[in-house]
């Protein structure tokens, strides 16, 4: 999904007519980019945030997904008191909020933006259990992150991303994806789990990373550690993607 840096109102818009497309496809489960509502890194960060549950955003996917009776998961920027966290959560077909996440492996470049987060969410839903972390959550030393969300029971990892390039990376030559495949395959094999990694499009417009571009080339990956589907990769990449996904039952978790 295209985010455009600091527009609300056209990423909600956006957002709002994919879930319908989705939803028409007969999807059950939505998984949207990172900080839809204002894009990664957009300073209007300090000034726009938004309250989780109550705001705008979170208002919104509540009642598409109560519209729709599915789940919807996607990333908000968030404001609770004086902090702004880089967070997510998992709506339920009745409208509430089944997961909230706030990122905890942000990246150092963020952190004049975002406060540390401060919890890991698994909801029961009918589609199994569902873990929620957000793209660098993923790369934590020893994916700690992924893994906890694994003993504490998900059977499928939903991560809202933001994979950026600089302007002038060249696919062709350098193929975009190996850090998301080396932090999900081994975790996803290790503990029989599905994780989706889902990122926007479009050029970052302001931030540290000003310049650079989100390049979609989402990515799923099955219980066994393949590949189970790719999205296409570049800045005017905005596509949906559909899969089956079928969580591992009765499996119990031991690690040592």
Same mark, same amino acid.
């Given at each position: !999904?295209?985010?455009?840096?600091?527009?609300?109102?056209? =990423?909600?818009?956006?957002?709002?007519?994919?879930?319908?497309?989705?939803?028409?496809?007969?999807?059950?489960?939505?998984?949207?980019?990172?900080?839809?509502?204002?894009?990664?890194?957009?300073?209007?960060?300090?000034?726009?945030?938004?309250?989780?549950?109550?705001?705008?955003?979170?208002?919104?996917?509540?009642?598409?997904?109560?519209?729709?009776?599915?789940?919807?998961?996607?990333?908000?920027?968030?404001?609770?008191?004086?902090?702004?966290?880089?967070?997510?959560?998992?709506?339920?077909?009745?409208?509430?909020? /089944?997961?909230?996440?706030?990122?905890? =492996?942000? /990246?150092?470049?963020?952190?004049?933006?975002?406060?540390?987060?401060?919890?890991?969410?698994?909801?029961?839903?009918?589609?199994?259990?569902?873990?929620? !972390?957000?793209?660098?959550?993923?790369?934590?030393?020893?994916?700690?992150?992924?893994?906890?969300?694994?003993? !504490?029971?998900?059977?499928?990892?939903?991560?809202?991303?933001?994979?950026?390039?600089?302007?002038?990376?060249? =696919?062709?030559?350098?193929?975009?994806?190996?850090?998301?495949?080396?932090?999900?395959?081994?975790?996803?094999?290790?503990?029989?789990?599905?994780?989706?990694?889902?990122? =926007?499009?479009?050029?970052?417009?302001?931030?540290?990373?000003?310049?650079?571009?989100?390049?979609?080339?989402?990515? /799923?990956?099955?219980?066994?550690?393949?590949?189970?589907?790719?999205?296409?990769?570049?800045?005017?990449?905005?596509?949906? /993607?559909?899969?089956?996904?079928?969580?591992?039952?009765?499996?119990?978790?031991?690690?040592?």
């Amino acid at each position: !999904m295209l985010v455009e840096g600091g527009q609300k109102g056209r =990423n909600l818009e956006r957002a709002a007519r994919m879930i319908a497309e989705a939803a028409s496809a007969g999807a059950e489960v939505v998984l949207l980019p990172e900080a839809i509502n204002l894009g990664w890194t957009d300073p209007l960060a300090a000034t726009e945030a938004e309250a989780i549950p109550g705001g705008e955003t979170c208002a919104l996917l509540s009642e598409l997904a109560r519209e729709h009776n599915l789940h919807i998961c996607a990333g908000i920027v968030e404001r609770s008191g004086e902090k702004v966290f880089n967070a997510a959560i998992l709506a339920g077909p009745a409208g509430d909020v /089944l997961a909230h996440h706030r990122k905890l =492996n942000e /990246l150092q470049i963020a952190h004049s933006y975002y406060a540390q987060g401060d919890r890991l969410s698994v909801a029961d839903t009918r589609h199994g259990k569902l873990g929620v !972390m957000i793209c660098a959550d993923a790369f934590a030393k020893d994916q700690v992150v992924t893994r906890t969300l694994a003993l !504490m029971g998900a059977q499928v990892v939903l991560s809202p991303c933001a994979w950026a390039v600089p302007a002038e990376h060249d =696919n062709l030559k350098e193929p975009y994806g190996k850090l998301w495949r080396d932090s999900y395959s081994p975790v996803a094999r290790e503990f029989g789990l599905w994780i989706a990694g889902c990122s =926007n499009v479009g050029w970052l417009t302001a931030g540290p990373w000003k310049g650079r571009k989100c390049i979609g080339s989402s990515l /799923l990956v099955a219980p066994s550690g393949d590949v189970a589907q790719t999205g296409p990769y570049g800045e005017a990449a905005e596509t949906i /993607l559909y899969a089956e996904v079928a969580p591992v039952v009765g499996r119990r978790v031991f690690y040592s």
